[in-house]
C-alpha cells in the first residue's frame, strides 16, 4: 500500500492526514526523521513556517527530508509547506519574533515567496480556482503567500504554474515537487491530494521499479 507521510510537527497536518485516507492511502505522521525511512512521499502542511522550520532544524529533519527528497521522495507543501520549500524567501523576518534576517528554508524549489502578501488573518479569503490537470477547486488562502519564479541562475527552469488568481500563481510543479498557497485539505474535495498521489507518488514508484528492473536484467 502507498505510504504518504505529513510533517505533524504543527499546522494543519491532522486534516491532510484524513485527506490522505480519503484517497485510500496509508498516512502516517512524521514527527522525527526515522518516521521518513519507509513513506513514498511527503506532504508539509500549512502553519506558521517560522516555527515549524525551528523544530525541523531541532529534530534534525531537514537533512533527512532533503536526504530523501534527492533519493526521489515527492514533496507537496501547502501554504506554509510551500514557504519551507522554496529558494528564496523575500520578506523573511518580517511578521516574526525571530530576529535573523534570513528565514531557513530546505531550499529545493526554485519559487521566491512572500510571506502573508495578501495580508493579515482577516484578509484570509477562498476563490475558485481553474487548475490544469485537475479542474476546478475552491481554495482556501489563509494568510497565504505569494509564490514568483526564481531563478537566478538563469538556468532553464522546469517550474510549472497550475493555477493563478488575479496573475498570481497559486498553485506550481517542479520535478517531483507539488506547492499550494491554498490549503486544499480544508475542503472535503481530495481531487488535489488525488493528483499528488497519482502523478507524483506513484509516478515516482513507478519509476523506480523501472530501474530496479533494468538493473535486474543486466
Ligand atoms: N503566514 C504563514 C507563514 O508565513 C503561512 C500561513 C499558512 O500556512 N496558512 O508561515
Known amino acids: 500500500m502507498i505510504k504518504i507521510g505529513v510533517l505533524a510537527l504543527q499546522g494543519a497536518f491532522r486534516e491532510h492526514v484524513n485527506a490522505l485516507r480519503k484517497c485510500n492511502v496509508e498516512a502516517v505522521e512524521v514527527k522525527l526523521p526515522a518516521d521518513l525511512e519507509q513513506v513514498d ?7 506558521e513556517s517560522t516555527t515549524m522550520v525551528k523544530l525541523m532544524q531541532l529534530y534534525e529533519l531537514d537533512k533527512k ?13 501547502t501554504c506554509a509547506g510551500a514557504i519551507v520549500v522554496a529558494k528564496k524567501i523575500s520578506n523573511a523576518q518580517k511578521d516574526s519574533l525571530d530576529l535573523s534576517s534570513t528565514q531557513f528554508s530546505l531550499n529545493l524549489a526554485d519559487i521566491e515567496v512572500e510571506r502573508n502578501a495578501y495580508g493579515r488573518q482577516i484578509d484570509s479569503f477562498e476563490a475558485e480556482l481553474d487548475i490544469e490537470e485537475i479542474g476546478k477547486f475552491q481554495g ?29 500563481i497559486v498553485m506550481a510543479r517542479q520535478q517531483n515537487i507539488l506547492l499550494s498557497t491554498f ?8 481531487s488535489v491530494h488525488e493528483y ?18 533494468i538493473v535486474k536484467k543486466l
Open 65 to 77: 527530508i532533503i536526504e530523501k527528497h534527492n533519493n526521489g521522495m515527492p514533496i507537496f507543501g
Open 183 to 190: 490549503h486544499p485539505e480544508l475542503t472535503g474535495d481530495t
Open 41 to 47: 512521499g511527503l506532504i508539509i502542511p500549512g502553519g
Open 140 to 168: 482556501v488562502f489563509i494568510r497565504a503567500p505569494k509564490m514568483r519564479v526564481h531563478n537566478k541562475e538563469g538556468s532553464i527552469n522546469s517550474l510549472r504554474i497550475l493555477a493563478k488568481i488575479n496573475d498570481e
Open 196 to 213: 499528488f498521489i497519482r502523478e507524483f507518488v506513484i509516478g515516482n514508484m513507478n519509476k523506480v521499479q523501472k530501474a530496479a528492473s
